[in-house]
Nanobody, 117 residues
Framework: QVQLVESGGGLVQPGGSLRLSCAASGFTFSNTAMNWYRQGLGKERELVGTISSAGSSTTYADSVKGRFTISRDNAKNTVYLQMNSLKPEDTAVYYC??????????WGQGTQVTVSS
């Protein structure tokens, strides 16, 4: 059974940093691209970024480019989202996502990130 468990959210001041983690199980992690999404209050869920299965390629939403970095450790079945220079508009629930076998979507439970002074 595919499971994704996020951790690392919290309250941070503008300009601060947080690192989110997503522990994956139930599928061949090292063969699978991974995604991070976020959803702010009253907003649609949006794709933050994607990392390829080997970690050699990443893409980001324009709103986070240059501030956020996605990485992965295939030995630990974990994907990370390093968030720097955080802004109040980054406040959202952040979700780990995988499209298992290229077709079936799975989501983690989400972790709240609040950027506020």
């Amino acid at each position: 059974q595919v499971q994704l468990v996020e951790s690392g959210g919290g309250l941070v001041q503008p300009g601060g940093s947080l690192r989110l983690s997503c522990a994956a199980s139930g599928f061949t992690f090292s063969n699978t691209a991974m995604n991070w999404y976020r959803q702010g209050l009253g907003k649609e869920r949006e794709l933050v970024g994607t990392i390829s299965s080997a970690g050699s390629s990443t893409t980001y939403a324009d709103s986070v480019k240059g501030r956020f970095t996605i990485s992965r450790d295939n030995a630990k079945n974990t994907v990370y989202l390093q968030m720097n220079s955080l802004k109040p508009e980054d406040t959202a629930v952040y979700y780990c996502h995988v499209l298992w076998r290229g077709f079936f979507p799975y989501w983690g439970q989400g972790t709240q990130v609040t950027v506020s002074s």
